[in-house]
Each structure stands twice: as C-alpha cells, then as structure tokens.
Nanobody, 123 residues
Framework: QLQLVESGGGLVQPGGSLRLSCAAS????????IGWFRQAPGKEREGVSCINTSGGTTNYADSVKGRFTISRDNAKNTVYLQMNSLKPEDTAVYYC????????????????WGQGTQVTVSS
C-alpha cells in the first residue's frame, strides 16, 4: 500500500524553527503535488502549503507566508516544510498529502495521507 510518513515534529519555543519531512514509500512522488495541512484541537483541518510536481509552483496560507518554506527533493522522494518564527497558534498535528500533478486547496482531492506529526509551540 502506498504510504506517506511525516517526521520532524516536536516541542519548540516561540520564535523557534522546525523542519518537517514527508517521505513516500512504495511509490515515487515525482508525479504528485504534495500539500501540507494541519489540524489544531477542536478545529478543522486546514491547508498550510503546497508544491506541484516540478517544484516550480508553491503556495502558502496567509498565516504562514514569509515564515514557512516548502521544498521537494525528488531524488530522495521527500518533501520538506521549513517552519521558522513559530508561534503558539502554529500548534497542531501536521499532515502531508499527495494528489496528481497540481495543488488543490480541497482536502477531498488528495489521494494519499500520512499519519501526522505533532508540532507544539510553547514556552
């Protein structure tokens, strides 16, 4: 079964940084756009960022623009989310998801999801 595995979450102080990784097993990410989503307790899952197959197109939620950077290394079959200047409101479980070729803001259009990694921003 095709799998996505997130890693890199943890506890960090406000203003700190984390880098999340999304690795694929049993399939290649070359043909897939990868989105990062997050879900805080009691809230709906929301889109954070997305990168298309070539890496030439990226987009970000307004709340993370200028602080988060998405990138991909197709040779390593991995997509990254560099998160800087973290805020307590960034606390959530972060998920990566894959869909063919183009990014989409609709969760329902993503075919594969990881299990999530917890990010907690607190002093």
């Amino acid at each position: 079964q095709l799998q996505l595995v997130e890693s890199g979450g943890g506890l960090v102080q406000p203003g700190g940084s984390l880098r999340l990784s999304c690795a694929a097993s049993r399939f290649t990410l070359d043909d897939y756009a990868i989105g990062w989503f997050r879900q805080a307790p009691g809230k709906e899952r929301e889109g954070v960022s997305c990168i298309n197959t070539s890496g030439g197109t990226t987009n970000y939620a307004d709340s993370v623009k200028g602080r988060f950077t998405i990138s991909r290394d197709n040779a390593k079959n991995t997509v990254y989310l560099q998160m800087n200047s973290l805020k307590p409101e960034d606390t959530a479980v972060y998920y990566c998801a894959a869909r063919k070729v183009y990014c989409s803001g609709s969760l329902l259009t993503y075919d594969y999801w990881g299990q999530g990694t917890q990010v907690t921003v607190s002093s």
